[in-house]
Nanobody, 126 residues
Framework: QLQLVESGGGLVQTGGSLRLSCAAS????????IAWFRQAPGKERVGVSC????????NYADSVKGRFTISRDNAKNTVYLQMNSLKPEDTAVYYC???????????????????WGQGTLVTVSE
């Protein structure tokens, strides 16, 4: 079974940092656009960031620009989301997703993504 597995979530204070990882099981991420989404309690799932096939292009939600950095290491079959200067409003379950797309255009449309991880919880305390 093809799987995406997120890790790296946890509890952090405001201003702290976390790095999330998204690893693929039984398939190569090389051929997929990868995005991170998040879902806060009582809210809809929204797109956070996206990275193109070879990492040459990245997109970010306005709320995380300048604080989050997405990257990929195809040799390790892993995509990362480095999150700095975390705020309480970043608290959410973070999901990575893979799509057979050419680019990250309209990446925030979750219906475009075929494979999803189980999510990892990020909690930012005040």
């Amino acid at each position: 079974q093809l799987q995406l597995v997120e890790s790296g979530g946890g509890l952090v204070q405001t201003g702290g940092s976390l790095r999330l990882s998204c690893a693929a099981s039984r398939f190569s991420l090389d051929n997929y656009v990868i995005a991170w989404f998040r879902q806060a309690p009582g809210k809809e799932r929204v797109g956070v960031s996206c990275i193109s096939l070879r990492g040459g292009s990245t997109n970010y939600a306005d709320s995380v620009k300048g604080r989050f950095t997405i990257s990929r290491d195809n040799a390790k079959n892993t995509v990362y989301l480095q999150m700095n200067s975390l705020k309480p409003e970043d608290t959410a379950v973070y999901y990575c997703a893979a799509a057979d797309l050419i680019s990250c255009s309209d990446y925030d449309e979750s219906s475009k993504f075929e494979m999803w991880g189980q999510g990892t919880l990020v909690t930012v305390s005040e």
